[in-house]
Every structure is written in C-alpha cells, then in structure tokens.
C-alpha cells in the first residue's frame, strides 16, 4: 500500500442531515488520512450521497462539522472546495463540445491562463489517458470514457482530495481494471482519495482504509483487514489433508497454542486457529518433524461479502 499519514485531511464531527422528519445521517463522525484511498461503503439508500454532497459543500448539514485539509467547511466552504475535486454520482457532461474544449472550457472557468492551461491539460489528459479521444464530441462518448473525462475535469485545479461518488458504477470489469490504476497514480502524485461504493470487495484492493455506513451510521470504521479480523472474531477454519496418520496429526495440532475445535475426517484435519502470522507459521514445523506429510491446506477465511452482509444487514450486490 501507499504511504499515508496520521494526520487526517478530512475530519467530520457528529454530522447529521435530516429532510423532515427523515434522518439520512445520524451523527456521524470518521476521518481520513492523508494520502490515503479511503472508502465509503454501504447499500442503497445508506446516506453515502448526502454526507459526500455535504462534503462537497453542496449542501449544508442540519448538525455537525467537518474539515477539509484544515479548512471548516461550513466556515470557509469557498477555501475548502479549492481543496477538493468532486465527481457526482451522475456525470452529466455539456454536449456539443470535444473532449479538448470541454476541458479547456473548465480550465478557463478555473481561470487557469497562459502556457500554464496548456501544460497542466496536457498532464491531465496523459494521466486520464484521453489523449486519443480529444476531437471526440462529449455525447458520443462510451460511460468509461465519460468517467475518465469526468476526472480529468475535477482535476484540473489540482486539488488535494478528490471526492467521487461511485465512480465505478456501470464501468465494465476492463474499465474498472484501469480506473484502479488511475487511483494508484493519483494516490502516488500524492492525492486523497475518498470514493463510494455499495460493493465491498469493488474497493477492497485498492483502499487503505473504509468507513461503512448503514441506514445513516458508520457500523464499521478502518483498516479493511482490521475490521475482517474483529468480525471474523474466532479466526481461521483450516483442513489439513494428510498423507497418514490423522490422529497423530490431529494430537499435536491440539496440543498447539491458538488452535481450538480439532476434529478428523478420513485423512483430514480440521481446526480453528486464532493466533498470528508468525504462530501459523510455527504450526506446521512439528508436523513434518513427526514425519507426517501434509498434501494440501484449505483456509476458509470469511468473505468480504459476508462479512459486509454481517455489518450492514443490507443486499449486496
Ligand atoms: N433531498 C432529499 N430529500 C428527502 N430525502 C432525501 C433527500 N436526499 C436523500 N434523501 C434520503 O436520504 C437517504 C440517504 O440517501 P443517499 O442518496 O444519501 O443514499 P446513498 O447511500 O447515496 O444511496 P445509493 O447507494 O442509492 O446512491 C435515503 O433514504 C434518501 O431517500
Ligand atoms: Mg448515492
């Protein structure tokens, strides 16, 4: 993984949003480290729209604050989104342009001028890898393309965070391949990223960390793996196939550390380990030394989808 600091550039406190007598957001609060590929996960209807449209400073919230790289959004929102580079959840582009007005278009809105719009168009369209598709009229572009054009528009002011709202939807699985890329790149000139999703394992590849949010509250906040390890709770299921001696495989097994619920079936040993790396790998040692061979090791871990289910009670798509 990238480097990322401890020092967060998005700090949100207690934020709530209420329209009428609906609560989309109770009192939330999570932050995000700099640097960092942080996402926002939760189903349908969860809140994700709204605390990032309120992070956006696009709306403002019922309760609650929040910071963007030190500014208070609801003090200074006009230094705070020079900070921020937000792509909605629906793009909608102006028609009747190419790709290279378009952009220049937002440059200029920008009110970036001179040889420094030529270069800074340049690195965008190299990093978002329009470069072929210039001359292309927006309306005729495919959703991929359309995505890519999209982010290249909110870079263009080279913000320290981007903020996009289920950028992947609707890509297809090469496009989502390359959009992951892009995020790399992004995370490695040094950018935060922030970007929502109602699939789990869409992002887990490529976030450091993710906030989970279910009906209006963050159910879950972290490390992927951190919270995987606190739900899975119990550990690790193993089969161990052995070529002989099951019992006596099944015997020291048992008499290891971390390891509980040991039963045999046939030439398999079957197991819960609870311990660390380093323990696992010690618990394999006094088996060869015994001079029984293991023929195969199955590790059943929980999945991220289940493990989602578990936090968000939701559907999972
Ligand atoms: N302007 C509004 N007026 C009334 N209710 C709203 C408004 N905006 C959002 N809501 C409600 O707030 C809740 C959260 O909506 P939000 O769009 O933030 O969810 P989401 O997590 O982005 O969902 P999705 O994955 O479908 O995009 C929903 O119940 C929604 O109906
Ligand atoms: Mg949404």
């Known amino acids: ?14 934020l709530t949003m209420r329209f009428g007598k609906k609560e989309a957001v109770k009192r939330i609060n999570f932050s995000v480290s700099r640097g960092a590929v942080h996402g926002f996960i939760g189903p349908n209807g969860a809140g994700k729209t ?35 580079g937000y792509m909605p959840d629906f793009v909608g582009v102006y028609n009747g342009l190419t790709v290279a007005e378009y952009l220049d278009f937002f440059a200029l809105a ?4 001179g040889p420094r719009r030529k270069t800074l168009l340049d690195s965008v369209v190299e990093l978002t890898d329009l470069g072929d598709l210039l001359e292309v009229e ?3 572009l495919s959703k ?11 870079l263009l002011h080279d913000p320290e965070i981007l903020i996009l709202d289920e950028p992947a ?3 297809d699985p090469r496009a989502r391949i390359e959009f992951r890329a892009l995020l790399r790149e992004l995370q490695q000139m040094g950018k935060t990223v922030f970007l929502s999703s ?34 899975a709770g119990s550990g690790i299921s193993f089969q161990v196939r052995v070529s002989s001696r099951p019992e006596d495989a099944l015997a020291i097994f048992d008499a290891a550390p971390d ?20 323990r696992l790998h010690e618990l394999w040692a006094p088996i060869s030394s015994a001079g029984i061979s293991i023929v195969t090791i199955r590790r059943e871990e929980e999945d991220l989808e289940h493990i989602f289910m578990k936090l968000t009670r939701g559907e999972v798509s």
């Open 1 to 14: 993984m990238s480097p990322t600091t401890a020092e967060p550039i998005v700090q949100v406190c207690n």
């Open 50 to 84: 709204t605390t990032i449209r309120i992070l956006a400073t696009l709306q403002l919230p019922t309760e609650g604050c929040f910071w963007i790289a030190g500014e208070n959004g609801l003090v200074e929102p006009r230094k705070a989104r020079q900070k921020i």
């Open 110 to 113: 920008y009110r970036i001028h």
């Open 138 to 140: 927006v309306q005729v």
């Open 144 to 154: 991929g393309m359309r995505q890519r054009l999209c982010l290249a528009q909110t």
């Open 169 to 171: 939807s609707g890509l």
């Open 198 to 231: 109602h699939i789990l394992t869409e992002l887990s590849s490529i976030c450091d960390s993710v906030s989970i949010i279910e009906q209006g509250e963050i159910v879950a906040d972290g490390r992927i793996d951190d919270i995987m390890a606190r739900l």
């Open 259 to 278: 390891v509980s619920r040991t039963r045999v079936d046939g030439n398999v040993v079957k197991f819960r380990f609870s311990g660390d790396e380093q």
